[in-house]
């Protein structure tokens, strides 16, 4: 299906221009470094897919353009996610890993031959939210009913701390972009800020442009531009790593709370209790997140004796993570 790129150009003669500028927030740097599949990652996708819509659970907190959440969305086309869950259907900010019309290479023969999965790594306060779009191929392509010779692989990386993001490629074949690439036949990466499809606007649209080994980040703040942006002039080779960050610094040299914090008991039916002795002389917080990685509950760290409720959760395996300014615990429990 087509969805975005349809309702863009269905209403590009009414592009508008806000009229200002606009700074990204982010500094942009394109590198190489060697492409690695994940393994052992959990599937976005069932069998063959076609725009598929999806929530990808961080486990954190991740800010992007002002905005905070702990969980983002596919929205379709390809590789644009959002942190709201309505996506096209309310005022939002997009994040365009890839923006052509991705599909699973096998939908014309009803194999599944793509694959999108996800994969959190790393250690507690730094982890990395890690997608991946496995030999994916082109809707433009496929609707002519010809044969998926064009493909591509690609990571999008999530910082957590940080709130960095990277757009990773891996090996691909493409040979004809104005048959594959939507936005003028070109590959387009960006960010796009307070999209309204109702108004026919939005308050500004970062896209990488130029070769794409070094490309540059260029601005369009009028909708009707839509139809004639150029983005990157050629595909990104294997290996090639697009860059936004924020200049935060996340370190995993944090103070260990382990001998200032008891969670008990490890085995519950019902509450579960956090001590937090009065050495601790700093705000902080108590998540409870979930086996999959989903914040499930939150509240402000007391010192002293809290109860932490889980009578209304599922049984299963949850940790208890204590955040603060300088240190952080995990406790593993079961709830019964």
Same mark, same amino acid.
């Given at each position: 299906?087509?969805?975005?790129?349809?309702?863009?150009?269905? !209403?590009?003669?009414?592009? =508008?221009?806000? &009229?200002?500028?606009?700074?990204?927030? *982010?500094?942009?740097?394109? !590198?190489?470094?060697?492409?690695?599949?994940?393994?052992?990652?959990?599937?976005?996708?069932?069998? +063959?897919?076609?725009?598929?819509?999806?929530? #990808?659970?961080?486990?954190?907190?991740?800010?992007?353009?002002?905005?905070?959440?702990?969980? +983002? *969305?596919?929205?379709?086309?390809?590789?644009?996610?959002?942190?709201?869950?309505?996506?096209?259907?309310?005022?939002?900010? !997009?994040?365009?890993?890839?923006?052509?019309?991705? #599909?699973?290479?096998?939908?014309?023969?009803?194999?599944?031959?793509?694959?999108?999965?996800?994969?959190?790594?790393?250690? !507690?306060?730094?982890?990395? =939210?890690?997608? @991946?779009?496995?030999?994916?191929?082109?809707?433009?392509?496929? %609707?002519?009913?010809?044969?998926?010779?064009?493909?591509?692989?690609?990571?999008?990386?999530?910082?957590?701390?940080?709130?960095?993001?990277?757009?990773? %490629?891996?090996?691909?074949?493409?040979? &004809?972009?104005?048959?594959?690439?939507?936005?003028?036949?070109?590959?387009? +990466?960006?960010?796009?800020?307070?999209?309204?499809?109702? /108004?026919?606007?939005?308050? /500004? %649209?970062?896209?990488?442009?130029?070769?794409?080994?070094?490309?540059?980040?260029?601005?369009?703040?009028?909708?009707?531009?839509?139809?004639?942006?150029?983005?990157?002039?050629?595909?990104?080779?294997?290996?090639?790593?697009?860059?936004?960050?924020?200049?935060?610094?996340?370190?995993? @040299?944090?103070? $260990?709370?382990?001998?200032?914090?008891?969670?008990?008991?490890?085995?519950?039916?019902? $509450?579960?209790?956090? @001590?937090?002795?009065?050495?601790?002389?700093?705000?902080?917080?108590?998540?409870?997140?979930?086996?999959?990685?989903? #914040?499930?509950?939150?509240?402000?760290?007391?010192?002293?004796?809290?109860?932490?409720?889980?009578?209304? %959760?599922?049984?299963?395996?949850?940790?208890?993570? #204590?955040?603060?300014?300088?240190?952080?615990?995990?406790?593993?429990?079961?709830?019964?």
């Amino acid at each position: 299906m087509k969805l975005i790129y349809t309702v863009f150009t269905a !209403f590009l003669m009414f592009g =508008c221009s806000i &009229g200002f500028s606009q700074t990204l927030p *982010y500094t942009f740097s394109s !590198f190489t470094e060697t492409y690695e599949e994940l393994e052992g990652a959990t599937a976005l996708t069932n069998g +063959i897919w076609d725009d598929p819509e999806f929530a #990808i659970p961080l486990g954190f907190d991740f800010a992007f353009l002002g905005d905070t959440a702990s969980t +983002i *969305y596919q929205v379709g086309l390809g590789s644009v996610l959002s942190l709201n869950p309505n996506g096209y259907y309310a005022v939002t900010d !997009f994040l365009f890993a890839y923006g052509s019309d991705l #599909i699973d290479r096998g939908y014309n023969d009803g194999t599944s031959l793509s694959t999108i999965s996800y994969k959190i790594e790393g250690n !507690f306060g730094s982890r990395i =939210c890690k997608v @991946e779009w496995k030999n994916a191929g082109f809707y433009n392509e496929l %609707f002519d009913y010809l044969p998926s010779n064009n493909f591509v692989n690609l990571q999008l990386w999530l910082y957590e701390g940080s709130n960095d993001i990277e757009v990773r %490629f891996g090996p691909n074949d493409i040979t &004809g972009d104005t048959l594959v690439h939507d936005f003028s036949g070109k590959p387009m +990466i960006g960010m796009m800020e307070n999209l309204s499809l109702s /108004a026919y606007s939005y308050d /500004a %649209f970062w896209y990488l442009s130029g070769p794409a080994q070094g490309p540059k980040v260029a601005l369009s703040t009028a909708f009707g531009d839509l139809e004639t942006l150029e983005g990157l002039m050629d595909d990104p080779a294997d290996g090639t790593v697009y860059q936004f960050s924020t200049g935060i610094t996340s370190s995993e @040299e944090r103070l $260990d709370l382990g001998q200032h914090i008891k969670v008990y008991p490890n085995l519950t039916a019902g $509450d579960v209790w956090v @001590e937090v002795d009065e050495n601790i002389n700093e705000e902080g917080e108590v998540l409870v997140v979930n086996s999959i990685g989903q #914040i499930v509950d939150r509240q402000p760290m007391q010192t002293g004796t809290q109860q932490i409720q889980l009578g209304n %959760f599922s049984a299963g395996q949850y940790f208890i993570n #204590i955040q603060t300014e300088n240190g952080f615990y995990s406790g593993k429990i079961f709830k019964k």
